[in-house]
């Protein structure tokens, strides 16, 4: 079981029983550790935040990553976010659905974006160089930020979506027609609303799956109706009262279920986990057993087995 150390720490480490642990990798010097992925070629990819915000978040990508130790031979950073305290979150930004699978069309492609950023980026040779493909302000002006990124590998498409409030909206665009930051972006229709304000993409068999924050939370999906074309966007999913904010997102493998969890962010709600296998049928598997205050976050998911 590999663990990252979430936005408070800046170390990463592994344990198979949650009782010892082996640490490995300290990225601190005021600097913490918000994602972890590994590459289909099985080197890591971590994305590192200035804790304070007074520079850019950036992206390191080991050379020889050893997962017993948690290190590597060397370490180098791959890409720099486009401005002071705009970083890769791990919770929506670098996910098991960054990288395409090596069997897929897109061959091991990979895709992340920067929050309180601008913009998002592909990279064609397993995480060791990224070039932009997406910038908020040529594809949706006056919107705040990127809030996630995710590849399709049922429709081949890489889907994005950014807020806040009334410059919510959801986009994607065919993966053989990427080309940098002349791609040409399609806005998924009805989508580009307050009510739909998505912060994490999680592509399943039967839909397209979204987590929302907006005013009333819940699981969002886009039912598939044949490749690369959808029912209406639906709640799959409503959530009680407000705050319930969708953050991770968590699947093993692609033939195990997709874990969604949300916490709260403003007002008394109880945190939970929802779980599905196809994108069409969900199942609340976790509830915290009491409400958590304001701005501290309840669930969060582990990161890769």
Known sequence: ??????????????????????FGKDFAGGSGATGFQITPR????????????????????????????????????????????AHIDGRRDLTPWSFAP?????????????????????SLNDGATWAPIFDL???????????AVAYD????????????????GIYYCNREDIDGLNTSWTLLPGSNSAAWQVTTIVPMPAAVVFLSDATN?????????????????TVAVGLPGTGLIGAHAFQAAEDQPAYLTFYQSGSGQTPRIISTTDGEHFATVYTDSSTVASGRPGVHSHRRP
Do not use: C
Request: net charge neutral; charged share 20%; hydrophobic share 35%.
């Open 137 to 147: 302000q040529i594809v949706r002006p006056g919107a705040n930020h990127v809030h």
């Open 217 to 233: 939370s819940g699981v969002f999906r886009a039912p598939r109706a044949g490749f690369r074309a959808y029912r209406p966007l």
């Open 153 to 168: 590998r049922y429709d081949d498409r890489v889907w994005g979506s950014v807020g806040d409030t009334s410059f919510a």
């Open 1 to 22: 079981m590999v663990i990252d150390s979430g936005f408070s720490a800046s170390q990463m480490g592994t344990t198979e029983d949650f009782s010892t642990f082996t």
């Open 102 to 122: 090596l069997a897929s069309p897109a061959a091991g492609a990979g895709y992340v974006a920067e929050y309180d950023g601008n913009l998002a980026w592909e």
């Open 42 to 85: 099985g080197e890591a990819l971590v994305a590192v935040k200035v804790t304070n915000n007074s520079g850019p978040g950036t992206l390191r990508r080991s050379t020889g990553f050893n997962p017993d130790t948690m290190d590597a031979t060397s370490w180098a950073t791959v890409l720099n976010a486009s401005k002071n305290g």
